[in-house]
């Protein structure tokens, strides 16, 4: 690999970390350039050395949020202790199953997404606190540390993003407390994938701990953007990151 196509990448990994501290979906950009950097790397080394940027720069972000606003740990901290082995199943099977398997399916899903928060203005701008029951909590712990896990360590793109409209859809939190649970739950995700993909060798360690320290400081001032801004800001940048990902999962169907 060339030193352009590092520089190109560290600069990915800054970009990525800043959209990932915001709403999640930082992996639309950092593995496709890592994929384009590196042609021929095998999928589940693109994957964990993508891991090793994406832990630093999401736990950097929770951390901020945890200092700087209320994180309901409640829900969090068991979504999170799930979506450690969850996310770890499906690191084991990301050299099994084919990722244009999933691509159809995520390809709607965001679709719907993006019909569900334009035709409804107010989701996640203001908090609603009366749809956070038992149950609604079981279900977002369930989905964001069991489904969405097992996706982050299968794929990853747009695993913050899932969450985040989890957490809002399902229990009532707004953007920005709801970015906040999903960099916790998040952080999560990708130590279990790592942990897998790093015991079988299948991570670059340099280039994924330079691409980590361009994560942390692109996270970091996402987060802080994020916490200055509020709610709405939140909202905005989540429709404009759900519609790439539309884009390039539509192409890449399109293409393939």
């Known amino acids: 690999m060339d030193l352009g196509a590092v520089g190109g990448l560290l600069v990915a990994a800054g ?13 639309l950009l950092l593995l496709p350039a890592l ?32 200092r700087r606003t209320k994180v309901d740990w409640w829900l969090a901290g068991p979504a999170a202790g799930l979506a450690v082995l969850t996310a770890g199943v499906g690191a084991l099977l990301a050299g099994v199953v084919p990722a244009g398997a999933y691509r159809p399916v995520v390809l709607v899903v965001l679709v719907l997404v993006v019909v569900f928060v334009t035709l409804r203005p107010r989701l996640g701008v203001v908090a609603l606190p009366s749809r956070r029951t038992r149950g609604r909590v079981v279900l977002a712990v369930v989905a964001a540390g069991g489904v969405i896990a097992l996706y982050d360590g299968l794929i990853g793109p747009g695993t913050g ?20 649970m999903a960099k916790v739950v998040n952080a999560g995700t990708n130590l279990g994938a790592l942990v897998v993909f790093g015991a079988a060798g299948q991570v670059w360690w340099t280039l994924g701990a330079a691409m980590a320290v361009c994560n942390v400081v692109g996270a970091a001032v996402g987060a802080r953007m994020a916490l200055r801004r509020g709610a709405g800001f939140v909202r905005v940048v989540l429709l404009v990151v759900v519609l790439a990902l539309v884009t390039k999962l539509g192409y890449d169907q399109w293409a393939g």
Request: glycine share 16%.
């Open 15 to 27: 970009v990525a970390g800043w959209v990932d501290a915001v709403v999640g979906g930082g992996g």
């Open 35 to 66: 994929l384009i950097a590196a042609p021929g790397v095998p999928l589940p080394v693109a994957l964990g050395t993508n891991k090793v940027a994406a832990i630093a720069g999401t736990a950097t972000a929770a951390v901020t949020y945890a």
């Open 161 to 180: 993003t899932f969450l985040v409209l989890t957490f809002t859809a399902l229990v009532g939190a707004d953007f920005l407390h709801g970015s906040a």
